[in-house]
């Protein structure tokens, strides 16, 4: 059944967990068709609209992942983040056709509560929904929060800064380079894996300039674009790229770590960063953010994300996957460096 | 001439530089000896009492060194830090028998100015000299501040901390786990290279535990040392034992990288720290700080020691060689890990 239905409820569960080097794909999950599931009192039915992939989703099929979140059991219905439409209600404050972000699941109808039934991100009733929809998964919510909470805390951003946006076309990159530049920052560079993508950084995104980080004269050319060194990175890939940037880092430069997407398939064969050593030389420092942990800071971020989206300042910028069928791929596409933008799954 | 004379001035000059994995020895210098300087108006000249050998030492030889020093020419003596007593004066607020600190050089006598002819850590006239004299190279000056700031900076410590000290026998270790203690950390724990090590570091510097990193279950010792992770590392080795102490890390735990010995051999060959993973996890960060960056403390930092010192929370621990003819084996020592607290050369 490729379409969402009024009746039966498509779900995406786990099956089996990926061997190490692996790929996610459809392999890995049993595809079921069952009944609309019934909201008892205090809760109500959400029909998924949208779903957000993410790159955390391979570690929800990692057990004994050592990262911040729990490994969804095999046989139940696979975590993700969604947005969707109330069609039926037990909850006096909720009525069908309000809209509802949470986490939803790899599924077309998931019985929710306010507060939702399982922890990712935020969880609330989209009370101004934006157009489309999607933009509240994406630039205005989980990717943009993130950008902007990983620039802030962890890149500890100053406006003058010049600053290094890794995976900038992905999901949380491309919300980064714009968010660094309304933040002030002198210059902004994006990195990417392919001519094409660069150009759409400069030409779409208006970065400054963009460099294919699989060229070989990547380090010549990140020495011409930071001659004074890179105030603060953002990082979401690590590996050599990482390395490499490292000995860029400017005096007192910041690395913000908020992932390490090269090396997420398997930790162990990774070559660590031995350019740590510059953070000494430079008196620099790298550091871990999670965004779970500014929960308070949410509501003035989202607000100044849409205001910066309605004076043009970001814009929108996603890769639709349509299909719920497809989610699997969705995922698997991020390894790949298969988006441009926040990566969004068109469920209905 | 292996003692001082009053009439030769006797000098380990810069032959050559050390290949990649070349100890240093007698073999990379000169031994010159010459008349003695004469100081011009505004300088007087200095005895060279007592060096600190160092292991920055080995990067001053190393042309296109990335750290934060000048490579010393060949043909110059070479750069070290001491203390010495002033011989003769054109000077007028400078008196022969006066103590003088600063960058003396592999030498006994040095013509110096009041602000020192080259730039090594603090350069000045010590009003209260100390007993012996070269606790003012070590556990209260350079060891015990650089210690400190480590601590301070980079570490971020609070009382309650739990702390674990790298190289804890070595001088700026020695000096460190003491002032974890005295700064109130609720478990200072050190790593050393040898049972004996480990022995003197509970027994006579009264650290909470000490383990051998080169154990073989060193990874599960630092699990029971530190069920709770660590707060507070303070890093002067790198290698192997920084990734796997990462894993250990508390939440937002820190890294104060303020060296990396294991590597400085040949970085081009080391293994960088793929557990920079657990900054993200544990929200920590890594950041290098360095004691020259925080002159305007160290007034306050060289009072705070000297009181701990007399109050018997910081004792005195000095590994002494024994003239000016042993300083390149006094330098090759600490990487050989052969040194218990601060390592001294007596030159007179």
Partial sequence: MTEQSATTNRQWRVKRYPATDEPVSNDLFDWVESPLPEPDDGEFLVRTLYLAPGPAMRGYLEPGHAG???TVPVGEV?????IGEVVSSNHPDYQPGDIFVGSLGWQDYSVQTPRGKEFVFSTKKVEEPPEP?????????????TAYISLTEGG???AGDTVLISAAAGGVGSAAG???KALGAKRVVGLSSSTEKCAWLVDNLGLDAALNYRNDDFDAQLEQQFPDGIDVYLDSVGGEVLNTVLAHLAMHGRVAVCGFISTDYDPAAAAGPINYRHLLYKRGRMQGTVVF???ERFGDIEA?????HQSGD???CEDVTEGLVNMPQAVEDLFCGNNLGVKICKVA
Same sequence: chains 1, 2.
């Fill in 178 to 180: 714009q968010i660094a």
């Fill in 78 to 82: 696979m975590r993700g983040r969604g």
């Fill in 133 to 145: 929809l999607s933009l509240e998964l994406g630039m205005l919510g989980q990717a943009g929060v």
């Fill in 68 to 70: 911040f979140f729990s």
């Fill in 293 to 295: 942990d500014h929960w």
């Fill in 156 to 158: 500890n951003i100053k």
């Fill in 314 to 316: 970001i814009k929108l």
């Fill in 304 to 308: 100044q994300l849409r205001a910066w």
